[in-house]
């Protein structure tokens, strides 16, 4: 008959241990909260002295990748992110055991962790995101560019074949043009950004419209100040670029974390 101690082993075996995370040691777990797998696992903490890791234990075989394993993964860290210092992992990382991650990540990292979480106290990343009213910066790009409006008339009730060479010119332009008011506006929110003392971050953009896609290191308590700016940056762009502010969430753009070794 198998023992207790025999079959904690057998699970132990059965699973590794999935890293979202490191946080300070006083940091507590929300009982609540899930992550990764199907079903999704509970998600708890690995302490050693003065860190800790947010973590989940899955089935050794698990196939991850999936969308909702992004989302998961993702929300562990943003949901800590509003409560207290959080350094993030790339998603897929796992180790064989508890006792791995308390000593061949938490304890032979310790000094750069515990620095690195210093930094980040009471700071989260935030997304500021604004895109083009697709009609509004098209007829601006008309109203400024001569070639363009021409190309535009050009083609005015001519069929997709007759009007081919200037559908393409005019998609050049307006492409053109676009990178051209996204390099302007994007220094403008950045400008308006680093006023309040932020660290900012520019990222590429993911779509043809986007006017603004940035990321700064936020003090949480100032987020109010944060809105205020995002606001400003709203009304001055009214009715032209549609503008969001994401976050609090865990600072993706602003740390560089030690992985763990996978486990195969």
Known sequence: MATTKDSTQD?????????YGIVPGDVESDPEATGVGDPPSR????????????????????KLGKPEDLAAHASVLDATAGVAPVLPLRFGAV?????????ELLANNHDDFAAALHELEGRAQYVVKGR??????????????????RLR??????????????????GELITNALAAKREQDTGTAVERLEALGLL????????????????????????????????????????R???????????YDFVTTRQPQQQE
């Open 95 to 103: 180790v064989t055991d508890e006792d791995a991650v308390a000593e």
């Open 200 to 239: 900012v971050n520019v990222r590429e953009a993911t779509h043809e419209r986007d006017a603004v896609y940035v990321s700064c290191l936020a003090e949480v308590a100032k987020q109010e100040e944060l809105e205020r700016a995002v606001g400003e940056l709203a009304e001055r762009w009214e009715g």
């Open 153 to 170: 008339e050009a083609i005015r009730g001519k069929s997709e074949d007759a009007s081919r060479n200037e559908r393409i010119a005019l």
């Open 241 to 251: 670029v549609h503008m969001r502010l994401l976050g609090p969430l865990a600072p």
């Open 132 to 149: 083009y009213d697709e009609q509004a910066i098209l007829r601006e790009v008309l109203r400024e560019n001569e070639e363009a409006s």
């Open 11 to 19: 699970s132990e075996r059965e699973t590794v241990v999935y890293v």
């Open 43 to 62: 998600v708890t903490l690995v302490r050693h002295g003065d860190l800790a890791a947010l973590v989940s234990h899955i089935s050794r075989d698990a």
